[in-house]
């Protein structure tokens, strides 16, 4: 069954420091999705993407974020200057076209991003 | 403001019987709901959904009751394995290719 695959599983950056989240959705999937959650907390949206624009963000998704589908397969999401308080899970997932038969949201295993 | 909540933040259940996980979400404008399953250290993971045109769906072991009157949505699962053992989220969409707005969670606990 195909899935959703995130890399790394575990990240660990200092303050201030720059992290890219990868993730390689379903193959033929057309909308793509960041969330995240902190632990303990539930999950929350951060981001969507079709047809390689954002077509909404949350106000957690601020400057210092910016997401990117830079070859057709990946989608990644960018950490320009992290703060102790992105330390969290972060999960992408996506959805094939729009007039399936569920909009059910495939998740990802998630990255677990500390930033220390 | 959009919430989607639960009434209960932990559920014990005797292994074999009966589970109901409770959810409240206040947008009326919500089309599809979802509920997830998240096990410890691992993603979000599909159990059910409903439409908003519908009140009841089955799937194997679970079914899902949406209550538009009163905006309530509930999963029960019939004879409960300690496999079962997760926390439950809900979370609801209101336009399509829309983002997801998640409940707190529920965590069930399936004693043997």
């Known amino acids: 069954e195909p899935e959703v695959t995130q890399t790394p599983s575990h990240q660990v950056t200092q303050m201030g420091q720059e992290v890219i989240l990868r993730c390689v959705p379903i193959s033929n999937h057309l909308y793509f999705y960041w969330y995240r959650q902190i632990l303990g907390q539930k999950v929350e949206f951060l981001v969507s993407?079709?047809?390689?624009?954002?077509?909404?963000k949350s106000e957690i998704f601020d400057d210092q974020f910016s997401v990117e589908r830079p070859d057709g397969s990946n989608f990644t999401l960018k950490i320009r200057s992290t703060k102790l308080e992105d330390s969290a899970m972060y999960f992408c997932a996506s959805i094939p076209e729009a007039g399936a038969s569920s909009y059910e949201q495939y998740f990802g295993p998630g990255t677990r991003l500390t930033v220390t | 403001g959009e919430s989607v909540g639960l009434h209960l933040p932990t559920l014990s259940v005797q292994e074999g019987d009966n589970s109901i996980i409770n959810c409240a979400y206040s947008?009326?404008?919500?089309?599809?709901f979802i509920w997830y399953k998240q096990e410890s250290g691992k993603g979000p993971q599909f159990i059910i959904d409903i439409r908003s045109n519908m009140d009841k769906r089955q799937g194997q072991r679970v079914t899902v009751l949406l209550n538009k009157t009163v905006k309530h949505l509930s999963l029960q699962i019939a004879a409960t394995q300690p496999g079962d053992s997760a926390v439950y989220f809900c979370?609801?969409?209101?336009?399509?290719?829309?983002?997801?707005?998640f409940g707190q969670g529920t965590e069930l606990s399936v004693k043997p």
């Open positions: 947008n009326s404008a919500s089309d599809y």
């Open positions: 993407f079709y047809n390689n624009e954002i077509s909404e």
């Open positions: 979370a609801e969409r209101h336009n399509q290719g829309g983002k997801l707005i």
